[in-house]
């Protein structure tokens, strides 16, 4: 509790060089929570700590104290970050050694029952954990993929959920396995199905008032509302690899599987990068739906609330919305529009995000570039893979 616990922080890849690896973890009481699913006769609590240099100062590359100082900036202009990520992960059969195989639990479709859910067994005891712990849950259902399911519980202060982001995940895997299940926030784990997503709820509250709401306003919203929308819509390019950070996540982000390709917004459209979901009062939000499971939820509210309040601070106007399906415009019409596209592969999210200076200073230099060095070299392992699919469409071909 006093931080006297020491690690090295140049054996973690990519989290400290090895003239900065001592480091102290200061655990933060508030996080204190037991782990039902442990036994409960000396039973296991946890707390998540904060990462501190020897001398006592913030080290830059802690993720909670990079969403602290987004949020300390927030809240000297009067504002409180509210999020609400929506949790998506599918469901796997195990081997012998219990390791994940490829053969998915179920074949049921968006809000299928049982018997023909077989998740809903291990998604029930899921729910219940996390309301041990403290978890306010809101919804509970199969998605749209086979063994693909989605758990949301209620928005909170932007810290504490990411928190129980992390914790979250935790209780996922940890509760599958005792169902003899394995289960993965990959956010594309084969083709042809949608894919999982980290639909991110936010909203901006002053004095417990939701300052994204006018009843007089177009659409209900404030300018407020607007001026972050617009910010959120100019950095879409520069923080796509934050909320993407993984080869595979740009696997889903492709047309055809309700997953955004493109940066515009909407009222209802599930084909554009933000929706305004309908619901308006204290419940106003606006739904950033590109991120994936995968995210550090640290660094990707950091940068999404960086983008809003820079949108405030610049009053930006956003574009007009797009209520049509986008895919179903033609280039020409996209670009008489002027609506761009995200980027289609980590490698041009690395490259956006270096063009984007916003992005450094929401995450700070540290993490910023040891993000670039890791997440190039994971593009550049990749790239030079031969896949089955080049086997088969090329080598008897030519």
Known sequence: MEGNLLFDGSSIDGYARINESDQCLVPDPDTFQCMPWRPTEKGVARMICDVYNPDGTPFEGCPRWILKRALKEAEDMGYELNMGPEGEFFLFHTDSDGGPTLHIHDKAGYFDLAPIDHGEDARRDIVLTMKQMGFRIEASHHEVAPGQHEIDFKYGEALKTADQWVTFRDVVKN????????????????AGENGSAMHCN?????????????????????????????????????????????????????????????????????????????????????????????????????????????????R?????PVEEDI???????????????????????????EKDPLIEQAIGSHCYNRFLEGKYREWYEYAEQVHQWEIRHYLAKY
């Not at 599958?176 to 289960?183: D, R």
């Not at 909203?203 to 607007?226: H, K, P, R």
């Open 202 to 314: 936010q909203s901006l509250f002053q004095d417990n008032n939701n300052v994204f709401y006018d009843a007089n306003g177009e659409y209900q919203l404030s300018n407020i509302a607007f001026n972050y929308l617009a910010g959120l819509l100019k950095h879409a390019k520069g923080m796509t690899a934050i909320g993407n950070p993984i080869v595979n996540s740009y696997k889903r982000l492709i047309p055809g599987y309700e997953a955004p390709t493109h940066i515009a917004w909407s009222n209802s459209n599930r084909s554009t990068l933000v929706r305004i979901p309908v619901r308006r009062g204290n419940a106003t939000r606006i739904e950033l739906r590109n991120p994936d499971p995968v995210a550090n939820p640290y660094l990707a509210f950091a940068v999404m609330l960086k983008s809003g309040i820079e949108g405030i601070k610049n």
């Open 327 to 353: 895919h179903n415009l033609s280039e020409k019409q996209r670009r008489a529009l002027e609506i761009e596209h995200l980027p289609r592969d980590l490698f041009e999210a690395l490259k956006e995000m």
């Open 175 to 190: 509760i599958a396995k005792k169902h003899g299940l394995y289960a993965t926030f990959m956010p594309k784990p084969f």
């Open 316 to 320: 930006l106007k956003p574009p007009p």
